[in-house]
C-alpha cells in the first residue's frame, strides 16, 4: 500500500544553517505531495505542496521539489531561524485519505 | 485563523465523566475527520465523515463516541476513559472524502488529559 517514510529527529541545527529533511514515499499511480508543519501546542498546517512531477512547492522559505524518479519530496531551507523550530510531517494523496510520515522534529538553536 | 476551530483547547476529566470535543469548519468542506496524536506515535486517524455519514472507523475504542450532524460541526464525545487516552485530539476536514489532492486542513486540536 501507500506509504511515507521520513528521517527520524530530532535535527538539531543552529541558526542560519542549512535544513534538509528527507521524505520518500511508495505509491500507486500518481498522488500530490504535501508538507505540514506542527507548532507547539498547535495542530497541522500545511506548509507547502506539489501536485505532479518536477513540481517545487515553496513558502516561508521553504522548498520540496517532486522527484518522481527517486520517489522523493525532500524538503530544505537556506538558512533556517529558532522560530522554524517545529515537527514536521511528509504526506502523500492516498485513495481515500492522506497518508501521513511520522514526522520529523527540528531544533534550532541561537 | 485556520478555518478549522476546535473547543476546548484543553480538557481535564475524570476516568467516569462524559465530556465532549467540538469541531467547527466554514470552509465548505465535506468531509471531516477525527485523529489521535499521542507523544512519540504516529498520527491515528479513528473517524471520518463524509456529508454526514461515517464511512470509516479505525477499530477505535467505543467510549469514543462520534457525531456529525451537519458537514461544518464535527463532535467526540468521551465516557469512561482510560489514562492511556491522553492525547492532542485533531479535527481535519477536506473538500471530499474521496478528494485528497487538496489536502486536509486541521484545527488547532484538543490536549485532552484523563486523571
Known amino acids: 500500500g501507500d506509504s511515507v517514510t521520513q528521517m527520524e529527529g530530532p535535527v538539531t541545527l543552529s541558526e542560519e544553517a542549512f535544513l534538509t529533511i528527507n521524505c520518500t514515499y511508495t505509491?500507486?499511480?500518481?498522488?500530490?505531495l504535501f508538507w505540514y508543519v506542527q507548532y507547539p501546542g498547535e495542530g497541522l498546517q500545511l506548509l507547502l505542496k506539489?501536485?505532479?512531477?518536477?513540481d517545487k512547492g515553496s513558502n516561508k522559505g521553504f522548498e520540496a521539489t517532486y522527484r518522481k524518479e527517486t520517489t522523493s519530496f525532500h524538503l530544505e531551507k537556506g538558512s533556517v531561524q529558532v522560530s522554524d523550530s517545529a515537527v514536521y510531517f511528509c504526506?502523500?494523496?492516498?485513495?481515500?485519505?492522506?497518508?501521513f510520515g511520522t514526522g520529523t522534529r527540528l531544533q534550532v538553536f541561537p | 485563523e485556520t478555518g478549522v476551530t476546535q473547543t476546548p483547547r484543553h480538557l481535564v476529566m475524570g476516568m467516569t465523566n462524559k465530556k465532549s470535543l467540538k469541531c467547527e469548519q466554514h470552509?465548505?468542506?465535506?468531509?471531516m475527520y477525527w485523529y489521535k496524536q499521542s507523544a512519540k506515535k504516529p498520527l491515528e486517524l479513528m473517524f471520518v465523515?463524509?456529508?454526514?455519514?461515517?464511512?470509516e472507523n479505525n477499530s477505535v475504542p467505543s467510549r469514543f463516541s462520534p457525531e456529525c450532524p451537519n458537514s461544518s460541526h464535527l463532535f467526540l464525545h468521551l465516557h469512561t476513559l482510560q489514562p492511556e487516552d491522553s492525547a492532542l485530539y485533531l479535527c481535519?476536514?477536506?473538500?471530499?472524502?474521496?478528494?485528497?489532492?487538496?489536502?486536509?486542513?486541521f484545527g488547532s486540536g484538543t490536549r485532552l488529559t484523563v486523571v
Open positions: 481535519a476536514s477536506s473538500h471530499s472524502a474521496g478528494t485528497t489532492n487538496y489536502g486536509y486542513t
Open positions: 505509491a500507486t499511480g500518481y498522488p500530490s
Open positions: 506539489a501536485t505532479k512531477a518536477d
Open positions: 504526506a502523500l494523496s492516498g485513495i481515500d485519505k492522506l497518508i
Open positions: 470552509l465548505g468542506h465535506n468531509a
Open positions: 465523515y463524509s456529508l454526514e455519514e461515517r464511512v
